[in-house]
């Protein structure tokens, strides 16, 4: 017999802002009229919680709804047969809330005392009839309606029906039926375990399942078992298994009202003793035989605890079948992240809802790991996780030279019970090259001739360059270009030479737009830059480290301060990725007149150049003195003033004096000093 088909008692689940509320429909003997309208237009109101209602009726058989909305529920969730005794009612909350439904049974003595019971069913419907769910109670549909999201003030129906005529009064010997309904505060999640569809999963022979004494609010269990308990509202539960033999089940612990179904394609089917008629209801799961690869519940009324003794369960069995990095041929300081395929080689699915960690070791170090899958593995299935964190939140590792070892391990902090623990790791090796070395091209200095010009004279520029790069530059022209205040004035353009690793050369201009060498000062403070390699004829390891600016005075200046950084200097000294660190610049006041007073003499300290993870010093406002030297400490940025390392490595540490431009200087283009912070 399909247990949705006729011998288990249900009940109404609705879910109404954070309290999850439970509707019976119960049947017994009775008292009044039948509560609820006939129809939308006479639906009876629930104004507050909570909400109960107990009623009998003498008016058997039920008749059939009548009206467009009953006709409408009829073919859409009765397969078109007529709701007998329909009841209606409507309900709006006054906050967002979500409605989840369940139907139940009813029942009644008849004549000889024997319990008949009757389908019942419910239905979901919005204010304009549009039909959100229902639960028609037949084995091809679910039992549960919703759950459906409900805005302020929206208007929902609820509509219980039956899906029989009931007793002719001449056989409800022992009275009418009863029909009542009750709306009750209860947990605020829908309790996981109380439902076929959400049954537990039962993975280890002789271990105690305990009964969750939130599920009592799911329904009044099996009406079949009531004489084995008399709590009317008693905890109902529901666990799955599947036996790796075939044998009979023993069951051991408090196994009172237990009953034993097999999950199959049309829903639970009842395992029922062929000794022990339908009608007598209760049979017990105790020594029933089931067949080993098949998937079986089961359902307790009452149960304070249940374990299975026999046959042997199956059990997941999760192993790494392949890890390899992202990207596959990583160079030295890519950020690299790892693809896991992780293969559930065990003959029972593992636990929806439960994370499927993988974590992922460089040289026998935790480095990064997954936890975004929480999906039900099958036996036999496989998926791909991708690493999306990792030590001090970095999602990725930064490449080394060297061959690695890479370590992937599944459920890797023993979320998932399994039959063999010991097989959750597979090791490969990572070759990571040294990267190829290059140039790098930079400014040291530039120099304007004469160093003090007047107006209109004729100003040569000179720029000394370097390779600070790993390699020779290539036999190509080595050009300079020289602007003033952003215009592009003259240019050094010299015969193609190679420059070696860490050598040195000053480049004179010899040429520019205008077909002169020279430029024709002008009075004030101009910014003069000079760029290295302006044309990009040369591939360099660094390409955003070409430029250096200086200050040219033409004519008489204002006195003004001039402010430069001496030094920076970090604690701890020896800096480790994870560990904050904080900065201490050393600043002096190279010009000729002192900043003013409270006015913040601001440093800032970016790592990378970058503002991410910056942190800053604001607290020095008493004026510096031309020629005095001072210490600001990072108090602000970071977290409380302090940068943390997110990898190990050379990070370049840019520090930037008066980086808000608070104070007018002579000379606004010597403000930046970069140190390299080595992280270990």
Known sequence: MNILSGTTRRCVIVILGASLVAISFVGSAGQADAAGG???????????????????TDSVPYQAGTGSANAKVADECNAGQPLYGSRWFAYAPTTARSVLAQASLSYYYGRGGSLTHVSDGVALLSADLKTLDCNPWTPQRPATAGPVKLAAGAKVYLVHFSRSTFCEPDECIYGAPTRRVSVVDAPATYPAGDDWRTAVPITRVNTPYATDSTLATSGQGDPDCRWLYEDSSPTTAWWRFTPTQTGSLRLGGTTRGVRLAELTA????????????????CDDGQGKTVQAGRTYLLFAGETSSVRILGPNLGRPDLVVRSVSPVPAAPKVGDPVSFRVTIKNQGTAPTGNGVVHGVGVQVDGVQQLWSDTFAGSLAPGASVTLVTNSGKAGVPTWPATTGT????????????????N??????????????????????????????????????????ATIKNQGGAATPTRTHGVAFSID????????????????????????????????????????????????????????????????????????????DLVLTNVSWTPTSPVRGAPVR???????????????????????RPNGSTTGATYSDTRTTPLLPGETALLVANGGGTNGQWTPPTSGTTPMVAILDDTRRIAESNEYNNVLTSGVAVG
């Open 404 to 419: 690695h070892t890479i370590r992937a391990f599944v459920d890797d902090v023993n979320r998932i019970d399994e039959t």
């Open 266 to 281: 049309d829903g639970p089917q009842w395992v029922q003793d062929p000794e022990v008629p339908e009608w007598a209801g």
């Open 486 to 561: 952003g215009v592009t004035n003259t240019w050094s353009r010299t015969p193609a030479r190679s420059l070696a690793a860490g050598a040195s050369i000053t480049l004179t201009a010899n040429g520019g737009p205008t077909g002169t060498s020279t430029w024709t000062s002008t009075t004030g403070p101009h910014t003069l830059t000079a760029v290295v390699d302006d044309q990009k004829l040369i591939t360099e390891s660094n390409e955003t480290n070409n430029q250096r600016q200086v200050q040219v005075n033409v004519g008489t200046i204002p006195t003004l301060p």
């Open 583 to 605: 900065f201490t610049a050393t600043v002096k006041n190279v010009g000729t007149r002192s900043t003013r007073a409270g006015t913040v003499i601001g440093v800032s300290f």
């Open 421 to 462: 623990e010991t097989n959750n790791t597979r090791t490969a090796n990572l070759a990571v090259a040294a990267a190829a070395a290059r140039p790098d091209l930079i400014v040291t200095n530039v120099t304007a001739t004469p160093t003090n010009p007047t107006p209109g004279v004729p100003v040569k520029f000179s």
């Open 38 to 56: 006939a129809d939308p237009q006479s639906a009876e109101t629930i104004t507050s919680l909570p909400f109960s209602i107990t009623d009998e």
